[in-house]
């Protein structure tokens, strides 16, 4: 292989000269080559290692189609595995090192797998370890070895450094592909006025024109059209934009590389960007991939696809080789085989086929080519580079009739036919129709929105391109023709891309996969145990998975399997299309939203006097809450059980603003709770409030709030933190779907409000003090509201309690918060109020034995809360059925009881309970759901869920924590461990 840069030709900047690195080595290049280009224009045979026998793979494609050269870009935080040298665009200072070879490239260690190729054909990793071992510990120490060897690339565990956006577009066409045909599609719509959108993965517009020798007609009529779209204001051009899934609705997935092709995004651009665009009808002008034909040794460095090595010869002025050999069964590789003669190359072409175009033939032997009718490449001589090819003589069917002629050569140049790039059409209308005569796959010109054109359905000509194009566009189909050559893929194509000897065998590995290393004998092996659809097939082998998707290897292996059937190739079928066509970067998809930005941290308006007061905060679901106010170095323990024993003595407030809020308004809005609650709402009257109860549909409790009824159609629902955005959803879905009919609105209003709540004996005068209102026992009993004015400010005022405490909470506009708050700190010195935070908070819920997010985690019932009683057997509600089921109403169910830990050590939330008597093992009967040291009880205590319960009241258990290797014992109590009647919070 003895690849060069031409003096000439070539659509490069050759004005400038800019170096690349690969696997240790610098190369020169110039702006408009890729990494592949610049590499085989310095000579760089050997790209990458085969998968599974790490042989010496080369340049098979010169685009999105490559499968064997995948390298690892750049360093650092900006690492990135499995790019395609040929899709990756030339800049200084590119660094790039081969993956899957160790230690280099040129010496692979992992190449003597292939001496024991005969064991690693399809399927080998489901039976070696598998079959005539017992149990799994030969599987076991095999893992470690197979998982170092899985893969191809490694990525970085470094953050990504760089910034991606995400836009949502809106066209009235979108034309994928900027080939002829999608150019005189966008110039058609562009004219009659659509919105149009015009995406082409390529840098540059033109498609298969870019491989033309430079200067040719069509050079003029490209510059032209570009001039074109650039006068229409309406035609957004996207390049370097890959159009990766096509979805309902018209909607599309697009990847646009915005700062790819340079060393570093400049400061504040985006270096991909993903688009979702919706459009109202979609031209696909994707184009074909040619096929490549299977032979032994057909992966050696050097045996390249005829349609990549015209495209490095004229777009990148790069002679792939002096001595060539083209192997094709159809006409398109003869207009290359031509032009790589003219550029000095030695050209022989082999073609399968007996009978050739009588001017095809003239023009190649006018050429100086070494026609050879009825021959084929048997098999390629050569390890790290293509040294020889020997040709025979075949019959229609692919197999040798004669003996073979080894033949001297440094590139095999394969034409196999071509195969439409018909992903994202399929992605949308499934399995396509196949064409017999084509021998591919062809998509349905007209189906839906879409519209099919160019090379994608088989046009026969340069000119029925442009005509196919201008038509979808909207134009009449006649725009001005450009000529093109006479040589038509699917003009006289004979369907046979697989050579044998004349027995049906392969004197030596042919590849139908490359980035896979399936070869046809694991196709066969498929067949033989009975994996014959091609699903299976695809997974049994791993065939046309991964990057490559079976861009190149899908037709060639279920035109074989359809041989071994005995069918036809669309009675075999094809494997299913799903996005993405091409990888797509995490980080695109992801765009703007992660960290911060897909979870935001809200603050509530009294945030900052917690700051500033010292107060250590912590996460609360997307809230910053204070968790503990130090006082003179305090840790955590101190703090927090200072803070609970002061509200139980004095008075103490806590920033509830984080609890979610739903407004729920309408002439239906008292049947809507009846049908969410498993409690009744219609009968609480205005001025009252209510705590309820939600169950999922199976029965199974999902949220727990007050619910304050504000006006005859309004009312104010609140909701756990954790729960508020789950609720509001759920709600919204109910209306949406279910419940049409009522008339109902659900606003989240938890912003609107900040909260505060105040609790301990002497709250009621605190808060008197301060409004001046009358909030005697008799004029706001416990579960009432009323309205009051603190510093101007008017509050909402609910006296309800969650601590087991006289308690209160005041409800204010958002943006008085911090003044409410400071003015309730201002009035509190008399009777020594003080903040508390989310620790302590927690300690007297559990004293009182109300549950939490702890208790309410998905797996807990009503009947096992000990909530039973809230539910109304007069009205149907949200779980009202699938609640009764037999094994929701086992009586062995782990049902809510409270633990006083025996000890001076406190549990373990998620401890594991067992009995006294029962061997630790296992999951026990129950798990420690919260945990807290009380300062009312002056012991450490605990919520739990234990099966049967309350049955169990007196005994004594162990408590298990097989993480921290702890065992203690504790007594089942009744969860209402702190005054169980009430008196103090009804008072």
């Known amino acids: 292989m003895t690849a060069r840069r031409l003096s000439g030709g070539g659509r490069i900047d050759r004005s400038r000269k800019i170096t690349v690195h690969f696997d240790g080595r610098s190369f020169a290049a110039h702006p408009g080559d890729t990494l592949a280009s610049a590499l085989l224009a310095g000579g760089q045979k050997i790209f990458g290692r085969g998968f599974k026998y790490h042989r010496p793979r080369g340049l098979v494609a010169a685009g999105v189609e490559e499968t064997n050269a995948l390298v690892h870009l750049r360093d650092g935080e900006r690492h990135e595995p499995n790019a395609q040298a040929t899709m990756v665009e030339a800049f200084d200072g590119l660094r790039s090192t081969p993956q899957n070879a160790w230690p280099s490239l040129q010496f692979d260690i992992g190449a003597m797998s292939g001496l024991l190729s005969r064991f690693f054909g399809a399927g080998f990793y489901y039976k070696t370890f598998i079959g005539p071992f017992s149990g799994t510990k030969f599987w076991m120490f095999c893992e470690g070895f197979i998982r170092q060897a899985a893969g191809m690339g490694r990525a970085t565990t470094l953050r990504d450094p760089d910034q991606y956006e995400k836009i949502n577009a809106f066209c009235d066409v979108l034309i994928v592909g900027a080939g002829p045909a999608g150019i005189a599609a966008a110039l058609a719509a562009g004219r009659k006025g659509d919105n149009v959108t015009l995406v082409e993965q390529d840098r540059d517009l033109g498609g298969s024109l870019l491989s033309e020798p430079v200067g040719s007609p069509s050079d003029a009529w490209l510059a032209q059209a570009r001039a074109g779209l650039d006068d229409l204001p309406n035609i957004r051009v996207l390049t370097r934009t890959t159009a990766f899934g096509a979805y309902d609705c018209e909607v599309f997935g697009l990847v646009e590389r915005v700062q790819d092709h340079v060393l570093a995004p400049e400061r504040g651009k985006p270096r991909q960007r993903y688009w979702v665009v919706r459009t109202k009808r979609t031209v696909l002008a994707t184009g074909a991939i040619e096929r490549p034909m299977v032979f032994a040794g057909n992966d050696v460095p050097g045996v390249m696809l005829t349609s990549a090595v015209r495209s490095y010869l004229n777009r990148y002025a790069v002679l792939a080789g002096e001595r060539i050999i083209v192997a094709t069964n159809n006409d398109s590789a003869y207009t290359a085989a031509i032009e790589l003669a003219k550029s000095g190359a030695k050209v022989t072409i082999c073609d399968i086929r007996k009978e050739i175009p009588t001017q095809l033939g003239a023009n190649a032997k006018g050429a100086g080519i070494d026609l050879r009718p009825g021959h084929a490449v048997l098999k390629v001589a050569g390890g790290k580079a293509v040294k020889a090819a020997y040709l025979v003589p075949v019959s229609s069917q692919g197999k040798a009739t004669g003996g073979s002629v080894r033949v001297a050569c440094d590139i095999v140049a394969m034409s196999g036919g071509w195969a439409p790039t018909l992903h994202l059409w399929s992605q949308r209308f499934g399995k396509p129709p196949y064409d017999e005569q084509m021998d591919t796959f062809l998509p349905t010109a007209e189906k839906g ?218 002439p239906d809005a008292a049947e809507f709770l009846d049908r969410v609650y498993v409690n009744g709402f219609k009968t609480l009257p205005v001025g009252r409030l209510r705590y309820g109860i939600m169950l999922r549909e199976d029965g199974f409790v999902f949220d727990d709030g007050a619910t304050a009824r504000i006006g005859e159609y309004d009312y104010f629902m609140s909701t756990t933190t954790a729960n508020a955005a789950k609720v509001l959803a759920w709600a919204e879905y109910l209306l949406q779907t279910a419940w049409r009919d009522l008339k109902v609105h659900v606003t989240s209003v938890t912003d609107q409000w900040a909260a505060i709540a105040v609790a301990g004996p002497k709250s009621r005068r605190v808060l008197m003090d301060l409004t001046g209102a009358d909030l005697s026992r008799e004029v706001l009993p416990n579960n009432h509201f009323t309205h009051v004015t603190i510093c101007d400010v008017p509050c909402r005022l609910h006296r309800m309690s969650f601590s087991g405490e006289l308690a209160y909470e005041i409800h204010i506009p958002a943006k008085s918060g911090r003044k409410v708050w400071e003015a309730l700190i201002a009035a509190g010195p008399p009777h020594n109020l003080k903040p508390y935070g989310l620790e302590a908070m927690g300690a007297l819920r559990i004293e009182k034995g109300h549950i939490a997010g702890s208790e309410i985690e998905g797996r807990t019932t009503l009947k096992d809360l000990g909530l039973e009683g809230f539910a109304s057997s007069k009205k149907p509600f949200v779980g009202s059925v699938l609640r009764k089921r037999p094994v929701l109403e086992d009586s062995k169910r782990p049902s809510l009881v409270g633990l006083e830990i025996i000890g001076n050590q406190g549990a373990t939330a998620g401890s594991l309970l067992f009995a006294m008597n029962a061997p630790a093992k296992g999951h026990g009967e129950g798990w420690v759901s919260s945990t807290t040291y009380s300062p009312a009880l002056k012991k450490n205590i605990a919520l739990a869920l234990l099966s049967r319960g309350p049955e169990r009241f007196g005994e004594t258990i162990q408590v298990v924590d097989f993480v921290g290797n702890q065992t203690l014992q504790a007594k089942v109590v009744s969860h209402h461990f702190f005054d169980p009647e009430g008196r103090r919070q009804n008072g």
């Not at 088989?458 to 909207?474: E, P, V």
């Not at 694991?522 to 299976?536: C, P, T």
């Not at 797509?584 to 979870?599: F, K, N, S, T, W």
Request: one cysteine or more.
């Open 449 to 666: 929105a879409f519209t099919c054109v160019g090379s994608l359905v088989g046009s026969a000509s340069l000119r029925d391109a442009l005509m196919q194009g201008h038509k979808a566009g909207g134009g009449t189909g006649k725009e001005p023709a450009l000529f093109g050559h006479a040589d038509f893929w699917g003009r006289n194509l004979l369907p046979v891309a697989v050579i044998t000897k004349a027995d049906g065998s392969t004197p030596g590995k042919a590849f139908v996969d490359f980035q896979h290393d399936v070869k046809l004998t694991d196709i066969d092996q498929a067949h033989l145990e009975g994996y014959v659809s091609v699903e299976h097939l695809k997974r049994y082998t791993t065939s046309g998975m991964a990057a490559d998707q079976g861009k190149t290897s899908n037709l060639n292996a279920l035109a074989r399997m359809a041989e071994l059937r005995g069918l036809a190739i669309p009675n075999v079928g094809t494997t299913t299309f799903r996005p993405p066509y091409t990888p797509v970067a995490i980080g695109a998809i992801v765009a703007h939203d992660h960290g911060l930005h897909l979870r935001p941290t809200r603050l509530s308006t009294i945030h900052d006097w917690h700051i500033e007061t010292g107060a250590e905060m912590m996460d609360a679901g997307l809230w910053l809450r204070p968790w503990y106010y130090s006082e003179n170095g305090e840790s955590i323990q101190e703090a927090y059980v200072r803070e609970a024993a002061h509200v139980r003595e004095h008075v103490g407030i806590v920033d509830v603003s984080t609890l979610g809020k739903i407004a729920v308004q309408g």
